[in-house]
C-alpha cells in the first residue's frame, strides 16, 4: 500500500496570539547572604491563545520560561466561593482542530513560579511550549498593564 504524503489536514498547525501577562514586582532581600530567595511578589502569570488551522488536535503538555525558577499550566476553579489555582494534570491542554486553546484570567494560564527578577511594563519574555505533536515551540510575550 502506498504511503501518501501528510496533509495539512492532518497535521496541527498552530499560532500563538495575543500572548502577555500584567508587571510584577520582585522584591530582593537586603541580606546579601539570602541570595536566589525572593520576599514577595515572585509569582507572575502568562495568558496568551493557541490557534490551530490544521485538521487535527494536539496538546499544550508543559511551559518552560527561564525568567522564573518554576512553570506551569494551571487552572483556576471555584471552591466554596473562593478562587483558587491548581496545576493541569499531566495529559495537558488540548488545542482542538481548527479551534483555539484561549489561556485567560479567570480559566487556564502559565503560572510563572520564583520569577528571579521583576516585570516590568514593555519587557518582552521568552516562553516554550512543548506540544505532544508539533514539539517545542519558543514565543515571546509583552508585559502591560
Not at 490544521?54 to 518554576?70: K, N, T
Not at 493541569?88 to 484561549?102: C, F, Q, T, W, Y
Not at 489561556?103 to 521583576?118: C, D, E, F, V
Request: aromatic share 4%; with cysteine; hydrophobic share 40%.
Amino acid at each position: 500500500i502506498p504511503c501518501s504524503p501528510i496533509s495539512e489536514f492532518e497535521t496541527p498547525l498552530l499560532a500563538i496570539t495575543e500572548a502577555w501577562s500584567r508587571p510584577v514586582r520582585v522584591e530582593m532581600p537586603a541580606d546579601s547572604s539570602a541570595h536566589g530567595k525572593h520576599v514577595s511578589g515572585s509569582t507572575g502569570v502568562v495568558y496568551l491563545n493557541i490557534e490551530n488551522s490544521g485538521g487535527i488536535a494536539d496538546r499544550l503538555l508543559r511551559a518552560h520560561a527561564g525568567v522564573c525558577e518554576v512553570t506551569e499550566l494551571h487552572q483556576t476553579i471555584m471552591q466554596e466561593d473562593r478562587m483558587m489555582m491548581q496545576p493541569v494534570s499531566a495529559e495537558g491542554l488540548e488545542v482542538p482542530p481548527r479551534g483555539v486553546l484561549r489561556l485567560a484570567p479567570r480559566g487556564h494560564h502559565i503560572m510563572l513560579i520564583a520569577l528571579k527578577h521583576s516585570l516590568n511594563v514593555g519587557d518582552s519574555i521568552e516562553v516554550q511550549l512543548d506540544f505532544a505533536k508539533s514539539g517545542m515551540k519558543t514565543f515571546y510575550f509583552k508585559v502591560r498593564e
